[in-house]
């Protein structure tokens, strides 16, 4: 039998500083982990909506009390600027609050026969076991909003975070189990193996991180016939017209393209502006990142940290050294960690990566419009559909975006990142495969619709 590999959990900001040594689950061990989660299913399901809800109402109160540390960890573990950790930790008690209204919503609806006496019923009923593979960028957000509604619903949860962000995912676990029934929720630590060993041994599936992998886990659960969702990259345009206010515009779309080093699927990494607004748009973002407080996440003042790991860090600066012409930034700081600046550049070569592909940092692109149809061209031009920006003053302008945008969100005058967790969340073509996520939409996939036929005795 050969023996698992260990995973490591390193401080993004002080390599030298490691969280975390465990060895991964192992195939077999998340197997057992989904047997166990089937066995804990009937319980948690027929103990009705009441012990559900009251359940996820102590999660969120668990994550509140423990709202400083857990801020604290992910600044750790993850790299993340301390007042985004604290924003993610509120944000995760909040969707915890949400999702435990939803075992007393209706499941279904009640509808006539065609013909003679009876009834005919609709009921959502949860699939068994979820499997959740999830990303290192939002370690207790994203496993919160796939487990929240799965959970609400009546499944049971497995979980296989990132190997970067397996110290975030044990403390959360650590405190869904004191808040719910034995084995209603395991997190099975582990990389490519134990999400592998997940998809085939789980009733459905849902997936965030990269489009390449986000592929492999779709075609896998397709092959058994579980339904499958899966949230992927994006290359997020932010269009900013001549009326914008552009100082101010400036500001936002900075920190939408450096914030949390850019390491968000929702960051900006595409900057259109349109007609006249090119030369105040240039200077003012250019000198928005220049000014964005980069370094220690710990630091409350912090908007770009580092990246999450050395590949990462090189893989932008790469990126910015392929052609075009930089207007900020542009290189890595020199200091312990793995920093890149917050970067612009312009003048990208057709076919260049920043224009194809998700680079996951702190840069973006400047793409010059002619006009606002020209714009939207340029911003659906790449094969993502996750999120656009649109900056502008002007109702009709705001209207021609939402009807011709090809992305899953637009947002009108509010930067590209972000999430109204009680709102579906998802893009188009290689953003996003399946259902939505979040909102209520994330009740109805984890659950599946039955039609019941009530007859009285002797009708038929
Ligand atoms: N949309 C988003 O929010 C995110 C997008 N990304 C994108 O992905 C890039 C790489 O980041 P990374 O964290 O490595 O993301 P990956 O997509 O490579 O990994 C995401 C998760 O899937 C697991 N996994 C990998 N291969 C398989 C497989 N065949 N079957 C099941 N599970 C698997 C990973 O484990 P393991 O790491 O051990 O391979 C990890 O837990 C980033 O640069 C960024 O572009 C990353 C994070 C979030
Ligand atoms: O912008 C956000 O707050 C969330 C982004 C996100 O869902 C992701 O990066 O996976």
């Known amino acids: 039998m050969t023996t698992p590999p260990s995973l490591v959990s390193r401080n993004p900001a002080d390599p030298a500083d490691v969280l975390l040594r465990v060895a991964a689950s192992g ?16 319980g948690w399901l027929d103990g009705g909506a009441g012990a559900r809800s009251a359940a996820l109402v102590a999660v969120a109160e668990a994550i509140e009390a423990a709202a ?21 930790v509120a944000r995760t008690a909040a969707i915890w609050r949400y999702y435990a209204q939803a075992p007393h919503e209706p499941t279904g609806a009640v509808h006539e026969p065609f013909g003679g006496p009876g009834l005919l019923l609709t009921r959502r009923r949860p699939y068994g076991v979820a499997g959740l593979i999830t990303p290192w960028n939002f370690p207790f957000a994203i496993p919160s909003w796939k487990a929240a509604p799965a959970l609400a619903v009546g499944n049971t949860v497995v979980l296989k ?13 650590e405190i869904l189990q004191r808040a719910l029934p034995r084995a209603v929720f395991t997190v099975a630590p582990g990389g490519a193996a134990e999400g592998g060993a997940l998809i085939t041994s789980s009733d459905v599936v849902s997936f965030t991180g990269s489009t ?42 900075a920190a939408a393209i ?32 220049r000014e964005l407080p980069v370094g220690d996440p710990s630091d ?16 932008v600066t790469q990126a910015t050294c392929r052609g075009g012409a930089v207007l900020a930034g542009g290189n890595a700081p020199r200091r312990p960690g793995w920093y890149a600046t917050p970067t612009l550049v312009e003048k990208l070569p057709p076919g260049h990566e920043l224009l194809q592909e998700e680079v996951f940092g702190p840069v973006a692109a400047l793409l010059p419009a002619d006009d606002l149809a020209h714009a939207v061209r ?33 947002r009108v005058n509010a930067p590209s990142t972000g999430v109204d967790f009680h709102l579906p969340f998802g893009g188009t073509k290689a953003s996003s495969h399946g259902a939505r996520e979040q909102g209520r939409a994330a009740l109805d996939f984890y659950t599946c619709t039955r039609t019941y036929t009530l007859s009285p005795t002797g009708a038929v």
């Open 68 to 88: 400083d540390e857990l801020a604290a960890l992910a600044v750790r573990e993850v790299g993340k600027p301390h007042t985004e950790a604290r924003a993610e």
């Open 258 to 289: 450096a914030g949390y080093a850019g390491q968000k699927c929702t960051a900006t990494s595409r900057v259109i502006p349109v007609g006249a607004a090119l030369h105040p748009v240039r200077e003012a973002l250019a000198a928005a990142l």
């Open 212 to 253: 390449a992998v986000g592929h492999e886990v779709v075609r896998a659960a397709t092959a058994r016939g579980i339904p499958v969702q899966a949230e992927m990259g994006g290359l997020n345009a932010a269009i900013v017209l001549p009326d914008a206010d552009i100082e101010r515009v400036a500001a936002h779309i």
């Open 378 to 410: 340029i911003a659906n031009s790449v094969p993502y559909g996750l999120v656009t920006s649109v900056h502008t003053a002007d109702l009709n302008a705001a209207l021609h975006g939402l009807d011709h945008l090809d992305t899953g969100m637009v």
């Open 27 to 42: 195939a077999a061990a998340v197997a057992d982990a989904v047997v166990k989660a089937r066995d804990a299913r009937p």
């Open 300 to 315: 409350p003042a912090t908007v770009c940290g580092p990246l999450i790991s050395e590949q990462a860090r090189d893989r």
């Open 161 to 173: 975070p990132a190997p970067e962000a397996t110290a975030c995912a044990l403390r959360l676990a």
